[in-house]
């Protein structure tokens, strides 16, 4: 054969080609198949959906959406394809051919929003590797059939679950609450939880600490421990974020005095060195909740005492009464050193420096509080006020007669404790009996107790 023919050949083929196409019409592909698979929120299988109008594929923030696309060209050109999200995403291979993944964004506007999808489907390859020159790139993109196949799929946040007791009741004797809230996310994310009080008065302590599953380590919930420094109604708030969405819960949170106080009387008890019973008022003189305690001359106070069939109390029922049995250095049950950081700990110790009975006035007599102001002062054992508030006038019989005058010394004025029982002096009797008065009148007169009398020195009574 003439090698110049063969070289012919090719060109002729060539030119007709071009020649038959330039004449017939280019169909463009068509699809025969177009489905998406996603993983729907809630589902625990896979949902696979032909596309069509009214199909949405709903998958979670980070969610794989899997497309197939069967397609084929009339005018058997070959079929290239390229996948397109003008709203975000991203795919495996954006030049895939029939099957790709689409990754959702990691973060969206709102609750869920829509994406679309697109796979263009073209009988030319018109990109600038195929075709270099830019006027054929031009002629090429005008020769081809084009198709655009279009998948709606909306990616959902889905809010946290948080699971906690909406209404919690705790007695204001409890020296802590706890609320614990457990979350969970159904995307997964990791939560961040959040406390604060909205309602109540503004001396409720709050502090967050996490719940951790014991085996992985990994944390499901928060925990708030709550102090309140007075007793009544508060509402706390917690909230748990993912990042993008918060789920908020109020809690309803009451603080009763629980036992409630006495309005009076007197509370038995038994000396733990003696075995010996004995009664001791409830409260300072005049013995009655919500009264000021009444200051008083040791005179007064024992003249006051016999009047009710009472006595002043010794040392030791005093100091029985404050610890009760528990060797405690204060008859409260709360911790003063607990609150040591704060302006004033309400009612939640005794009425000592740093009470809110303290901020009152800077003369100790206008600080004194009502008898019962401080329900947890005393609960222990039903007696109330022992530390802080008022001194208290302490007597007690030695082995010879004599009388001798203690004064038990915590107060508003000072943080004294069980042990704070200060002797005074002893007065000689004679013998006599120092607990009739008209001995003890006798045997006070010339003494320093004759006219010590004190705006911050009472007294309570015991039989």
């Known amino acids: ?39 729907s929120p809630g589902k ?30 009339e005018d058997d050109d070959p079929v290239f394809y390229e996948w397109r999200a003008p709203s975000g995403g991203s795919f495996r291979d954006s030049q895939a051919r029939e099957t790709n993944s689409w990754f959702a964004p990691q973060t969206i506007a709102g609750p869920s929003e829509q994406f679309v999808v697109q796979v263009l489907i073209t009988d030319r390859n018109c990109n600038a590797n195929a075709v270099p020159d830019l006027a054929d790139r ?25 699971e906690v007791t909406t209404d919690v009741t705790s007695a204001f004797s409890a020296p802590q609450i706890l609320i614990d809230a457990l979350g969970s996310d159904p995307d997964g994310d990791q939560l961040e939880y959040h406390w604060e009080q909205v309602a109540g008065q503004d001396s409720l302590s709050i502090w967050p600490e996490d719940i951790r599953d014991e ?40 603080v009763p005095i629980e036992p409630s106080l006495p309005t009076g009387g007197m ?22 909740r919500g009264e000021r305690p009444q200051p008083a001359s040791l005179f007064q106070a024992a003249s006051l005492c016999a009047a009710a069939s009472k006595r002043l109390c010794n040392p030791s029922e005093w100091r029985a009464a404050c610890q009760a ?29 740093g009470s809110i009975f303290s901020q009152f006035s800077s003369d100790p007599a206008e600080q004194l509080a009502p008898s019962g102001s401080f329900p947890n002062c005393g609960s222990a054992t039903g007696v109330f006020d022992l530390t802080g508030n008022i001194e208290e006038w302490v007597v007690a019989i030695d082995d010879a007669g004599d009388l001798g005058v203690y004064i038990a010394t915590s107060s508003i004025s000072s943080n004294g404790s069980c042990d704070d029982v200060l002797l005074l002096g002893t007065l000689s009797s004679g013998g006599r009996d120092p607990y009739d008065l008209e001995i003890l009148a006798e045997i006070i007169v010339d003494s320093l107790f004759q006219d010590y009398e004190q705006p911050l020195l009472g007294f309570r009574c015991c039989r």
């Open 1 to 39: 054969m003439n090698p110049g023919w063969r070289l012919l050949a090719p060109l002729f083929a060539f030119g007709a080609c071009s020649v038959l196409h330039d004449e017939l019409p280019n169909d463009p592909p068509t699809v025969h198949l177009a489905r998406m698979t996603c993983q």
């Open 44 to 73: 625990a299988s896979l949902d696979t959906l032909i596309n069509s109008a009214d199909a949405i594929c709903q998958v979670q923030r980070g969610g794989e959406v899997r497309f197939e696309v069967r397609s084929a060209d």
């Open 138 to 162: 031009q002629r090429c993109a005008e020769d081809a059939g084009v198709l655009v196949e279009n998948f709606l799929v909306e990616v959902v946040q889905r809010e946290p679950v948080l």
């Open 215 to 254: 085996e992985t380590g990994r944390q499901i919930g928060s925990r708030v421990v709550a102090v309140a420094f007075f007793p009544g109604s508060y509402k706390l708030r917690v909230s748990a974020s993912d990042g993008a969405a918060n789920t908020e819960r109020e809690i309803a949170l009451h």
């Open 267 to 288: 509370v038995r008890l038994v000396l733990p060195t003696t075995g010996q019973a004995y009664e001791i008022d409830a409260y300072e003189y005049p013995n009655a």
């Open 325 to 353: 049995d528990q060797m405690r250095s204060f008859s409260s049950t709360d911790d003063l050193a607990a609150y040591d950081s704060r302006d004033h700990f309400g009612v939640r110790f005794c009425n000592v420096p």
